[in-house]
T-cell receptor, first 116, second 114 residues
């Protein structure tokens, strides 16, 4: 089974500073990778996804992530944090569950705080 | 607007009672999913369904049941056999179960057992 590790359950950054949220995955096949964001008491919203092609993926709200196969990583970055970025972020990898079906395996999440 | 609705937003249950959480989508998606979210645990898959009248157990199906009688609807019943049901429950859907398809999520139902 594949797994996803998000380093740091809580990350704090100052407003205007770089945001870096780390995600490492284990996979024996080329993975499909996703980042979702969750605001308090809400559902998850897709930020971006990597399928094939360009390894630098741009998403919504100024976020981007780079797929590095050699490091089995898919870290999420944003050059300048806004107060509205405070939320919980989840990395996920698509995994086969047999018979042509797939599941998403999620990391445990990283809660981002933005300090004024 | 297309999307996924879950109701109710908050639900309280007494121990020993069954309770059903509603999930409806108007995205014309074939696949639907139920997840449980606990603080610091990420999302764990309870059940999923690829087509009407078919569903499979996920990683933590014990104490839960589902049905898929209509494409738009995938209700989840939390039975009295679920020992620790207090959690945030999320429903999701996707256009098909393909490795690269993203899932779209509803707003969630927070269940509290009194």
């Amino acid at each position: 089974a594949q797994s996803v590790t998000q380093l740091g359950s809580h990350v704090s950054v100052s407003e205007g500073a770089l945001v870096l949220l780390r995600c490492n995955y284990s996979s024996s096949v080329p993975p499909y990778l996703f980042w979702y964001v969750q605001y308090p008491n809400q559902g998850l919203q897709l930020l971006l996804k990597y399928t094939t092609g360009a390894t630098l993926v741009k998403g919504i709200n100024g976020f981007e992530a780079e797929f590095k196969k050699s490091e089995t990583s898919f870290h999420l970055t944003k050059p300048s944090a806004h107060m509205s970025d405070a939320a919980e972020y989840f990395c996920a990898v698509s995994e086969s569950s047999g018979a042509g079906s797939y599941q998403l395996t999620f990391g445990k999440g990283t809660k981002l705080s933005v300090i004024p | 607007d297309g999307g996924i609705t879950q109701s109710p937003k908050y639900l309280f249950r007494k121990e020993g009672q069954n309770v059903t959480l509603s999930c409806e989508q108007n995205l014309n998606h074939d696949a639907m999913y139920w997840y449980r979210q606990d603080p610091g645990q990420g999302l764990r898959l309870i059940y999923y369904s690829q087509i009407v009248n078919d569903f499979q157990k996920g990683d933590i199906a014990e104490g839960y049941s589902v049905s898929r009688e209509k494409k738009e609807s995938f209700p989840l019943t939390v039975t009295s056999a679920q020992k620790n049901p207090t959690a945030f429950y999320l429903c999701a859907s996707s256009s098909a179960i393909r490795s690269y398809n993203e899932q779209f999520f509803g707003p969630g139902t927070r269940l509290t057992v009194l």
